[in-house]
């Protein structure tokens, strides 16, 4: 190699380790951090999913309610979902938002914008598979069922500079079967003085048995707070 040669290759090395730093520098970074326990929910900005906004696909869960039961006449959240219910709680806790994936290829979800004012800002939910989690009744019909490594799930919660119309991933997790999940996401000051959406979405993991269809992701709550 040339000398010639040699120095374009190193002009080209060092233009792409330039080029990588400054996006990586104009890209925020999400802190993820597992929570031990569900934490005090504010209500801040924000209004949980503890109902679900679609009747396509709703199964009840009592005797004697109708989706029509169930559903609010007004909602703050948008969105798709196979199932909901708010009378009989999931692995010990109420209002659950069920995303179960339509097909290998396209997820279910809930979404809500909102207004951001100036300051530093986390994110926290609580999400599980809750295959297994399910009344008799309905594990004796068919729905759920899968255990172990059977029912797992991808789950990702996006968030949406409106402004920007520039979506950023910040939590993307298969959920293992068993348990509710508890996390908080740093958001940094990014989105401060800002309109954004939040959407919470599944997807199909084949990661357990090779069954796609045991993907009962489920949405407990989600809440903005300040620090």
């Given at each position: 190699?040339?000398?010639?040669?040699?120095?374009?290759?190193?002009?080209?090395?060092?233009?792409?380790?330039?080029?990588?730093?400054?996006?990586?520098?104009?890209?925020?970074?999400?802190?993820?951090?597992?929570?031990?326990?569900?934490?005090?929910?504010?209500?801040?900005?924000?209004?949980?999913?503890?109902i679900i906004h679609s009747y396509e696909g709703f199964l009840s869960l009592s005797q004697g309610i109708s989706p029509n039961d169930l559903l609010p006449i007004s909602s703050d959240w948008n969105g798709t979902a196979f199932v909901g219910f708010s009378v009989t709680p999931l692995g010990g806790r109420n209002g659950i938002a069920i995303i179960h994936p339509v097909d290998t290829k396209k997820g279910r979800f809930i979404e809500q914008e909102t207004y951001l004012p100036s300051g530093k800002y986390k994110l926290v939910f609580g999400i599980a598979d809750v295959a297994d989690m399910f009344p008799p009744e309905v594990l004796q019909s068919g729905i759920g069922g899968f255990g172990g490594d059977c029912a797992d799930v991808?789950?990702?919660?996006?968030?949406?500079?409106?402004?920007?119309?520039?979506?950023?991933?910040v939590f993307d997790k298969i959920i293992r079967n068993g348990r509710?999940?508890?996390?908080?996401?740093?958001?940094?000051?990014?989105?401060?003085?800002?309109?954004?959406?939040?959407?919470?979405?599944?997807?199909?993991?084949?990661?357990?048995?090779?069954?796609?269809?045991g993907e009962w992701a489920a949405v407990d709550y989600i809440d903005i707070q300040p620090y």
């Open positions: 190699m040339n000398k010639q040669l040699l120095l374009v290759v190193i002009v080209l090395f060092f233009l792409i380790v330039a080029i990588t730093t400054f996006f990586s520098i104009q890209r925020p970074h999400f802190t993820v951090t597992s929570l031990s326990s569900k934490p005090t929910l504010l209500g801040t900005y924000i209004r949980n999913p503890d991808g789950i990702k919660v996006i968030v949406t500079d409106l402004e920007k119309g520039k979506d950023y991933i509710w999940y508890d996390y908080s996401v740093e958001l940094s000051s990014y989105f401060s003085n800002k309109r954004i959406k939040v959407r919470a979405e599944s997807y199909a993991a084949d990661k357990g048995c090779g069954l796609w269809n």
